[in-house]
């Protein structure tokens, strides 16, 4: 189960290796420096967009995978840090190496939930705060890795607000992967037996 759903999510990197936020420079204070007005929005709303769909592939795999198995240590942290490695190698020839940390910091707080609080169909709650602690971790390192190396170029506003809608779409990936209680109760005997009657005439 976690070779083919690492398999998967190294497919879907692949093709979408050109919206990881490590390629572009949309966040880095050199990029705003260089543009203003409309070039400046644009970069923005590329980054944020970049961030929002690679929020899918880090946190999808995971939670499915967790849905359907109980993951041994070390599989959720390898479904992270499969793609940048991938795109690291294949793309940027190892010249951004310190932006993966962001992954490996993601991947390590997701060990530490699945650890911690056993995320599955039995604790609910727990799979979705897998699904937001993904990309919750992983961007705020990414930001502060940015800030670091070479300045942001974003607003704090923007930075935050990044982060906020980022961690929010995994949580809802949580929820939409774990419905609440009761969504899917299986038909019982006593269904069968007295049946709804149809209203409609």
């Not at 940390?101 to 705060?129: I, M």
Request: charged share 10%.
């Amino acid at each position: 189960m976690l070779a083919s759903t690492a398999l998967v999510t190294l497919a879907a990197a692949f093709f979408l290796l050109w919206a990881w936020p490590q390629t572009g420079t949309w966040t880095t204070a050199e990029y705003a420096a260089r543009n203003s007005g409309f070039a400046e929005g644009v970069g923005q709303a590329l980054g944020l967009s970049n961030y929002l769909l690679w929020t899918l592939v880090m946190s999808g795999p995971v939670l499915l995978l967790v849905k359907r198995w109980d993951p041994p240590p070390g599989a959720v942290l390898t479904i992270v840090l499969l793609p940048p490695l991938l795109l690291l190698a294949a793309l940027l020839e190892f010249s951004s190496w310190e932006r993966v940390l962001s992954f490996v910091a993601a991947g390590l707080a997701g060990e530490w939930v699945v650890a911690r609080f056993r995320p599955g169909p039995s604790n609910r709650w727990a799979a979705r705060l897998l699904g937001a602690c993904l990309p919750f971790v992983a961007y705020t390192a990414d930001m502060s890795i940015v800030a670091w190396v070479s300045g942001l170029g974003w607003p704090a506003e923007f930075v935050a607000g990044s982060v906020v809608f980022s961690t929010l779409l995994g949580l809802g990936l949580g929820f939409l992967a774990f419905s609440p209680v009761g969504a899917h109760e299986p038909v019982t005997a006593a269904d069968v037996d007295h049946p709804v009657p149809d209203r409609r005439g």
